[in-house]
Structures are given as C-alpha cells and as structure tokens.
C-alpha cells in the first residue's frame, strides 16, 4: 500500500463523528443506570455533575489519558451527535472540585454501573447466577508512576519509583473475561495490603447487588497474606487462594510432606507418560510438583487463626548455587524452589494449583487501564486522581461489556476502541432523524450492529 500522490489533506469536515462507536457505549451506561445513579449520588460541586462525569468516560473510551485528550469529543460533529459535550478545561475544573467524600460516592456510582450492566449483558459475567458454577475474585495493586513535585500524595512504595498506587478488585467466571469491582487511588507509599479487607467488603457488596449466586473464590499474592483480608473473606462466605510467604511456619509445613504425597504437574516441557496399571491412565513427568498439608495460617494471632489447607508447588531449580556449593535458604530448598499458598477450597491440589496460578488475570487488567486512562495521573490533586481512577474502571467496564455485546467476548480494551468505538462517521439529518454513515465493507460492522441493537433492543 502505497499514500496517492493526489492526496491533499484538510480538516474541514464538520459533520464527521470519529468515534462513532460511542453511540452503544453510552446507551449501554444509561440504560444500566450510570447517569440516573450519578445524578442520584454526586453532591460535588458542580453544575450537571452526571453529565460531566459521562463526558469523561466517553473520553477515555474514545482514546483520551489526559485532561487535554478529552478535547477529542469536541472534533467534528460528535457535540451534535451527543448530549453534554464538554471542554477539556470545564472538565479538569470538574475534576478538581471533587473531595474524598465525592470520590467514594462516585464509588457507589461505579458499582451500581456494575450490577447494572450485568443485568443488562447477562453473558458479561456468565454462570455468576448458577450455583454450582465458580466466580473469580483477584486482588492486586500497581503504582502508577508520576513526575515533577506538584502531585498530591505521591511517594515512593515498594517498586522504588515515586507514583500514586491503586488497589484494583476484579471478578471473572471460567466463560468471561474479568470486570472490576473496585478500585481505589492510594499514597504512593502504602502498603499493598493496607485497606485490602475494606476493598474486599466492597467488591463482594457489588457483587451480591449483581445477583451473583455461585460460590466466590478470592485469590491474591503474598502482600494480601493478612488475617484481615482472609477474615473479610471468611465472612462473606467466599473461599480464598492466598500466597504464603516463606515463613518459619509455612517451611516447618513444607519439610512435613511426605516425598510420597507429591503429585507431578502439567508444568511447561512436562510429559505425558500412558500407563494402564496407573489408576489415571497415566502420570506426567514433569519438573514440577504439588501436594498439601493440613495448616493453621495466623497462629501467632489467637482470635485469628484460619485452619485451612496448605498447596505447595515444587519446581527444580536452576538458579546456579551460591559460593559455598548450597543454596541460601537452606538444604531442604537445594533442589526445589517452593511456592506456597493458603485455601478453604475443597478442590485437590492439582486443581487447587491451577485455579491460583489464573490470579494472573487481574495483571492483565492493570495492564489494560495502564494502556489507556491510567497511562497518566492527570492531576496534581490527589481527589482528582482517584476521582479519574474510579472513572476509569467506569470506562473499562462498559468497554467489556460493549465488546460482549458486539460478540468479542475475549476482546481487550485497545482492540474494543480500534474495532467497534474509533470508528468513522458522518452525520446526516433526514426526517427529524440522525444517521451514522460508516464505512462500506468495516469488518467488524456486524458485531458493531449487534452491540446497537444489544443496548438499544427497541431502537431502529
């Protein structure tokens, strides 16, 4: 593909839409009632809050990471094909008025937005209604990280940059893609599991006014290992996959397990060895393993001990020795390197395992926000930057939920904006009617017809 010599470039068009593909996306949010809610919720401020509010997320599905990239919606005739366009300043200015009370009612707003959105997409979280199926709930955080001296609580946490740190719960089924419950702007320097057992409480509550019916499983790394944070578990009814860390009671439990009780893995190059007389038909060799111990987590802590099961997975090790010939944690981990974790489940190990490596999904959603809104803290004050950061989970959500509906069920956010939202049109007006020309022969139109008449049943 060559550019024609012929071309000669004008922005002169003033009845081009850009990002047509805004039109499901923000029926989708209205009829699962975001702006009801929003109007309901926001005392902050400002004039046409609800308003305001949609005009971010509308930005940041279109593309924008910044203040000034919400200035996208002002090209052509998007304020002609869309209600409450505003400018970026407006919009910053909104931003700023916000408080940390006004940023937990935008909370409320992000998770009935949820429960709406599932009720209206019922597959956005298939089989969260059956009860003899399993939803995924992941804790993580990341750090953001941001430059200069003007932004309000910014420090340096535990990955040695300074930035803003953001806790994020999401919920997933083994049939969708994972939506995210909560999420919340911290001080760059907490703790990863500071407040995790609050946020927890949250996400579950979002989840119950969802209509979730099947049992929970929350999953998270060693920085949620907290008495808490498996309480606020416990509570809720939920079972829990939690890392452990390497300490001196977990290696007491490790060098317990009978070499017997090891049971090999599909772990990468593992191989499947047939055997008619094994009562599997078969084992793998492999150079992993896993097993499990009966364990007491938090026994230090008399009024909090969890009695659950410990899963460790082995894996040879190939990391060279240290100077001395011996590695340094000690003879028992010469050969394996350990990982442990703690779980309620009633699943066997193997299981057990596998479902706790697939905690990897919430990673991919921070990913995800770190592509998109959360590429930039946007604001030096601290309220606006958590209050863009729930905005952005907004975002991410009816991103999810409009790409089920166009039938790309597995579709990440960056593919949803370049198939189905950043898609051209003009504008026409015929009979007191506004049409969407797009373009002849759009691969995806087909899924973005089916995402329209998703959110809009009634609609022409």
Not at 148 to 160: E, I, L, S, V
Not at 245 to 263: F, H, L, Q, Y
Not at 317 to 343: C, K, V, Y
């Amino acid at each position: 593909m060559k550019a024609s010599h012929r071309l000669r470039p004008q922005f002169d068009n003033p009845n081009l839409v850009p990002s047509a593909g805004l039109a499901p996306a923000l029926v989708l949010a209205q009829n699962a009632g975001f702006h009801q809610c929003a109007e309901q919720a926001l005392t902050v401020d400002s004039p046409n809050a609800a308003l305001k509010a949609g005009c971010v997320v509308a930005g940041m599905l279109a593309g924008a990471d910044t203040v000034d990239g919400l200035g996208l919606l002002r090209a052509g005739a998007t304020a002609r094909a869309f209600t409450g366009v505003r400018a970026p300043s407006t919009l910053g200015t909104f931003l700023r008025s916000f408080t940390f009370g006004h940023v937990r009612q935008l909370d409320r707003v992000a998770g009935a937005t949820v429960a709406g959105l599932v009720r209206q997409v019922p597959d956005l979280l298939a089989g969260h209604d059956e009860h003899d199926e399993v939803v995924m709930v992941d804790v993580d955080d990341t750090v953001r990280q941001v430059y200069g001296y003007a932004k309000q609580a910014a420090g340096y946490g535990y990955t040695g940059v300074k930035g803003l740190n953001v806790q994020v719960v999401t919920v997933s089924t083994e049939q969708s893609a994972p939506l995210v419950l909560d999420a919340r702007c911290r001080k760059g320097a907490t703790a990863s599991g500071s407040g995790s057992a609050a946020a927890l409480g949250r996400a579950l509550a979002v989840l119950d006014r969802a209509g979730a019916r099947a049992m929970v499983v929350v999953r998270a790394d060693s920085a949620f290992y907290r008495a808490d944070f498996v309480a606020a578990a416990v509570a809720r009814g939920a079972w829990f996959s939690v890392t452990a860390p390497m300490n001196k009671a977990v290696t007491r439990a490790v060098a317990s397990i009978d070499e017997g009780a090891w049971t090999a893995i599909a772990y990468p190059q593992a191989v499947w060895e047939q055997d008619l007389d094994h009562p599997g038909g078969g084992y793998w060799v492999s150079d992993a393993a896993v097993a499990q111990v009966p364990f007491v987590a938090f026994s230090s802590k008399k009024k909090t001990q969890v009695p659950c099961h410990l899963v460790v997975r082995r894996v040879k090790r190939l990391a060279p020795r240290s100077a001395d010939g011996t590695n340094e944690q000690g003879e028992l981990f010469d050969t394996w390197r350990h990982h442990a974790f703690i779980t309620n489940t009633a699943w066997d190990a193997v299981h057990a395992d596998a479902c706790h490596r697939d905690h990897a999904i919430v990673e991919q959603v921070i990913a995800e926000l770190k592509d998109g809104p959360l590429a930039h803290m946007p604001s030096g004050s601290y309220a606006a930057n958590a209050a863009w950061t729930v905005l952005a989970t907004i975002a991410f959500n009816l991103a999810r939920a409009l790409a089920v509906a166009a039938g790309h069920t597995t579709a990440r956010w960056a593919t949803v904006r370049r198939t189905i939202i950043n898609v051209p049109a003009t504008l026409a007006n015929t009979a007191h009617t506004c049409y969407l020309h797009m373009p002849t022969s759009w691969p995806w139109a087909g899924g973005w017809l089916k995402a329209w008449h998703t959110a809009q049943p009634a609609g022409p």
